[in-house]
């Protein structure tokens, strides 16, 4: 029973963090591996092959980024980063140095735990593939990657080949943020001076096309400064 458990190597200095966090990864079973700082982080990492790491970027020995670079030099294992002091720009940082999701201090119970859950499962997505007739699905909203087609409630929608691109992108990395400049290199491979405008336009076209009213977010969520986070599973189908 309990090799079946996801094992999460938590890091962080704080023992009343680390205290409450531990307990609330037991309670939601999983195996839960402790390291207060960044060298232990590593130790602890090359001993116990977590499945997840949850990091806490404030550490005593060294910058939590630090330990990010050094892990994604080896491996791609999942990392949610943890921070009591994140504006936009530590967000699009921590992910474009390769952490998968980020969670900002204080935070409750269900935000860390459904984080977790979408990274796991993303991580085992991305990493299978797309299989060939594959479905996505969120609420009403079905893309079919063979056809290249979107409808909701049944109802083809008319997207520009960009635009289309756009969405797809976001579902094979669904609940994950995807930073603006993640994005531009996943569609247009390069990256200018008008790539953030270019986007923005592509996405407003998209959510108008979806029946989407400005500052409503459904299907695709926008974090302004940050990224896109599309909702959903993409296993269906
Ligand atoms: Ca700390």
Redesign the pocket.
């Known amino acids: 029973m309990t090799n079946n458990k996801y094992k999460i190597l938590l890091v962080?200095?704080?023992a009343n963090i680390r205290n409450f966090v531990e307990t609330m990864l037991e309670n939601a079973d999983y195996q839960v591996v402790l390291a207060e700082n960044g060298e232990m982080a590593k130790l602890m990492y090359s001993s116990y092959h977590p499945d997840l790491i949850i990091l806490?970027l404030?550490?005593p020995d060294m910058d939590g980024m630090t330990v990010l670079d050094d892990l994604r030099r080896e491996s791609s294992i999942p990392v949610i980063v943890l921070s009591a002091r994140m504006d936009e720009r530590d967000k699009v940082l921590a992910l474009d140095h390769g952490a998968n999701d980020y969670v900002t201090k204080p935070f409750g119970n269900a935000e860390l735990l459904a984080r977790i859950r979408s990274t796991l499962r993303n991580n085992r997505t991305s990493s299978s593939g797309r299989r060939p007739g594959a479905k996505f699905v969120v609420g009403d909203l079905v893309i079919d990657y063979d056809a290249r087609q979107v409808t909701i409630s049944g109802q083809r929608v008319k997207l520009t080949q960009t635009e289309y691109n756009i969405v797809a992108l976001l579902s094979e990395h669904c609940g994950k943020m995807m930073t603006y400049s993640a994005i531009i290199k996943g569609i247009w491979g390069y990256q200018d001076e008008g790539s953030v405008k270019r986007l923005q336009v592509n996405m407003a076209n998209i959510r108008r096309k979806f029946g989407v009213k400005p500052g409503a977010p459904k299907y695709i969520i926008n974090e302004l400064g940050v990224g896109y986070r599309m909702e959903g599973d993409r296993e269906n189908g």
């Open positions: 962080e200095d704080e806490d404030g550490l």
